[in-house]
């Protein structure tokens, strides 16, 4: 709700009401001298404040990048105002909605992401605490990951005379905390197995049930049948995510994928920081390398979001090394895919030897003879796939009949770290039924043909739905 700006202690111009609750308004302001947005809540003097000022004091000890960061404190005659890090995105409650975008690999970021911030919390030094409220309304789906909200009954572990212990929501609370007002880090642990449970049941192809007996391990009333720690949970989560997600990928999974463009600008960093965000997703630990001369992995890294570890720069799923220059040599982590990026260069990217090799050609008139020209290079390279961008099936067409080999489209799209069906469908076609006595033909409308790859033969089903 859009109100009359106004500008607070003397640097904060309103903008708007973001939401109300018991006692309290929050508002969204932006900050006069650095142009940054902070999220107020004002708390009135009429109501019981204490418990919301406890929660400043509380985000004021927790520092964790999935944790919003609390600014600053102001007090008037009326009210106290807490100033915060303002989180843009939308509630899991909201999201959840839609239940047709929930998928095994949405449930698993978002439990992995949760639990570690519960981990986070129940091994805070000196003092350990418990969050108490955990439900899809309190996570916030923000650009690059999730963000936990809302702290206004977390406790410390053993805090004694807590009346907090009494609160939360009915439906996400522990028994032993509704009965007897007693909590644990097994609290929080039943917390997060109802909330697997939740997302499990709203995925609409249901091929998440196998993880159902987690959840109800998570939420078992029987403390002593109950994980004992969120560290276990996550454990056993992992491993069934794992061995469930690469079971078709297991026997003949790629090591070396190269990306190389008919000419410059066409499109190949866009195209490997996609597949390096899918891959990751799929916990197939992927490493993207920029092996061409533009930096534009440096430009992005430094237009911020990401954090160093190691060589590597972190973005979400995706992790990346940019161009490091003579007498710097990093290595990617030991089994992780390497997707290399060799921009138009063409020779260079023939030096490697290829588990798949991406051409990426464009949609346009004009560029045909480039396609051209790239193709009869790559011609021979027996785990060949031609991408054209810009999601042109016409273009793609066309360069199936002329070259009679597989073509596929890379959709139109702005944001190479965001994940959509359309790239999802693509990335998957690369990677299903790659067994090697799994035989398939595809019939290219000009030359039929049986694909001898192992690769080729994966994605025969996907691009003659494409290009036929």
Same mark, same amino acid.
């Given at each position: ?55 400043? /004091?509380?985000? $004021? ?6 944790? !919003?960061?609390?600014?600053?404190? %102001?007090?008037?005659? =009326? *009210? ?78 053993? /805090?004694?005379? $807590? ?6 929501? !009915?439906?996400?609370?522990?028994? %032993?905390?509704?009965? =007897? *007002? ?287």
């Amino acid at each position: 709700m859009k109100i009359e700006e106004v500008i607070w202690f003397d640097r904060y111009m309103i903008l708007s009401e973001l939401g109300r609750g018991s006692g309290s308004i929050v508002y969204l302001a932006r900050h006069q001298k650095l142009g940054e947005y902070r999220a107020i809540k004002r708390i009135s003097k009429d109501t019981d404040s204490a418990w919301q000022i406890r929660e400043a /004091e509380i985000l $004021n000890h927790l520092k964790h990048p999935k944790i !919003p960061d609390i600014y600053d404190m %102001e007090e008037d005659e =009326e *009210a106290y105002y807490i100033i915060e890090e303002y989180i843009e995105g939308e509630s899991l409650e909201a999201f959840m909605l839609q239940s047709s975008f929930i998928t095994p690999d949405f449930i698993y970021h978002i439990i992995m992401e949760v639990a570690e911030i519960l981990d986070y919390m129940h091994h805070l030094k000196p003092n350990p605490m418990i969050y108490q409220d955990l439900k899809p309304e309190h996570i916030i789906l923000g650009k690059e990951s999730i963000k936990l909200i809302d702290f206004g009954i977390a406790s410390y572990l053993g /805090e004694s005379g $807590n009346k907090f212990q009494n609160y939360g929501t !009915p439906e996400f609370c522990a028994p %032993e905390k509704v009965k =007897e *007002a007693k909590v644990s880090i097994q609290t929080d642990v039943y917390s997060i197995g109802k909330l697997l449970e939740k997302l499990i049941c709203a995925e609409e192809e249901q091929k998440s049930r196998y993880l159902m007996h987690i959840a109800k391990r998570a939420m078992n009333p029987d403390l002593s049948e109950r994980y004992n720690s969120v560290r276990s949970f996550m454990g056993d989560f992992a491993k069934q995510m794992q061995s469930q997600n690469n079971s078709n990928y297991q026997k003949h999974l790629l090591k070396k994928i190269v990306v190389a463009g008919s000419q410059p600008r066409i499109g190949t960093t866009h195209l490997s920081i996609s597949f390096t965000e899918y891959l990751n997703q799929k916990n197939i630990m992927t490493v993207y390398q920029e092996k061409n001369p533009s930096e534009n992995m440096r430009m992005t890294i430094q237009s911020g979001g990401f954090t160093k570890e190691g060589g590597l720069y972190r973005r979400g799923n995706f992790y990346g090394m940019p161009v490091y220059g003579e007498g710097i040599e990093v290595k990617a982590p030991q089994n992780a895919v390497s997707i290399l990026d060799y921009g138009a260069d063409i020779k260079g990217a023939l030096r490697e030897k290829a588990d798949l090799f991406l051409l990426v050609t464009g949609s346009r008139e004009w560029e045909i003879k480039y396609a051209d020209f790239a193709y009869d290079k790559v011609k021979k390279e027996d785990s060949l796939v031609i991408i054209t961008n810009y999601g042109n099936i016409p273009q793609a067409k066309q360069y199936a009949r002329r070259y009679a080999q597989t073509v596929y489209c890379f959709p139109l799209d702005l944001n190479p770290f965001l994940m959509t069906k359309e790239k999802e469908r693509l990335f998957e076609g690369l990677l299903e039924n790659k067994g090697e006595n799994n035989k398939k033909y595809w019939n290219c409308r000009k030359c039929p043909r049986q694909w001898n790859n192992a690769l080729i033969r994966g994605i025969g089903k996907l691009c003659s739905k494409r290009t036929e």
